[in-house]
């Protein structure tokens, strides 16, 4: 193997500039020869190639993002063009291909393997919803970006009284909701995975009220609720003063947490070592504190399930 490219894909994530660091330097440490591929899989299909060198990742390190950019491609899912898409590659002599992305970039990493291109995912996503990994880059930087925000609106929640409904991405995965509520003391956390019920959100609230708690957090998955409606519902079923902040967006930019970087870092030069070694079709997966290579087909049958003991956990605390 002498040609290697990298591409992110799907939403970005906080940690994908390291391990496209950790990517380009360990397969130039092994002599390899490195192309970025920009704008994920449409930069592919328009060939939107440059070459990476060890300074062309320099300082990257703590930058939010991906320096590669970063785009959704409709027209991947049809055969034909994911023929094209590896005809291309062989065209450029590209032998091995490291897609860092979320379940759709994966998929599109999976119809690469079956057309015969050596390729290893790393799992780049703030949802955490991989199958098969216990983090996926973004998680965690994600989830602290959302605590920050919550210290600040605990500020002016208790100087003003007031309820705040807080909404944090994850349409369909909880997993940021349930950290951030965990961390930061929320007293209910709304998610996807678990039923609850309005009435019974509002009963605790004002039994926190009679006990004398003047103030209090909610954290919401998106997805789970319309979080303006809820809280015009809880006004009315609690007296209480409620405000709604949608966090969105905030929680993907800014600079990766040194445990994002480091499992980032350790993730980019595995996928290189994976490669090398003649493996295809795998992502690097975090399990029990190692990197290991896990199929990319295992990865797509179900998303990454919520730890119902740490939801319970949750319930307890809030009380």
């Keep these: 193997m002498k040609k290697i490219a990298v591409l992110t894909s799907g939403g970005d994530a906080p940690g994908m500039n390291p391990a496209i660091r950790a990517v380009v330097r ?27 060198d060890v300074a062309s990742v320099g300082d990257i390190v703590t930058r939010g993002g991906t320096i590669l950019r970063t785009a959704r491609s409709e027209e991947f899912h049809e055969l034909k063009v994911q023929q094209h898409a590896a005809h291309l590659l062989r065209r450029h002599r590209i032998e091995g291909l490291v897609v860092i992305g979320g379940d759709g970039s994966f998929r599109g990493a999976l119809s690469l393997h079956e057309q015969g291109m050596r390729v290893i995912g790393i799992p780049g996503t703030i949802d955490n919803d991989i199958h098969g990994t216990e983090s996926t ?88 609720a319309d979080t303006k409606t809820l809280g015009e519902r809880l006004t009315l079923k609690t007296n209480s003063d409620v405000r709604t902040v949608i966090l969105g967006h905030l929680q993907r930019g800014g600079a990766p947490t040194a445990g994002d970087s480091v499992l980032a870092s350790r993730m980019g ?27 990319l087909e295992l990865s797509q049958k179900m998303g990454n399930h919520i730890d119902e003991n740490l939801y319970h956990l949750a319930k307890i605390l809030a009380i």
Aim: negative net charge; contains cysteine; aromatic residues 4%.
């Design 137 to 224: 880059i973004g998680f965690d930087t994600a989830v602290n970006t959302g605590l920050d925000g919550i210290s600040k609106l605990r500020d002016t929640a208790t100087s003003h009284e007031r309820l705040f409904l807080v909404e944090v991405m994850g349409r369909h995965c909880g997993a940021i909701a349930l950290a951030m509520g965990i961390a930061g003391g929320a007293e209910a956390i709304l998610i996807p995975e678990m039923e609850w019920n309005e009435e019974e959100l509002a009963s605790s609230i004002n039994r926190g009220k009679e006990r004398g708690k003047i103030s209090s957090i909610i954290i919401i998955a998106e997805g789970t």
């Design 26 to 52: 360990s397969a130039i440490y092994q002599g390899l020869q490195v192309i970025g591929i920009k704008r994920g899989y449409q930069g592919l299909l328009q060939e939107d190639f440059v070459d990476l």
């Design 269 to 295: 030069a595995k996928a290189v070592e994976y490669l090398l070694s003649g493996l295809s079709g795998v992502m690097t997966a975090l399990r029990d504190a190692n990197i290991v290579p896990v199929s």
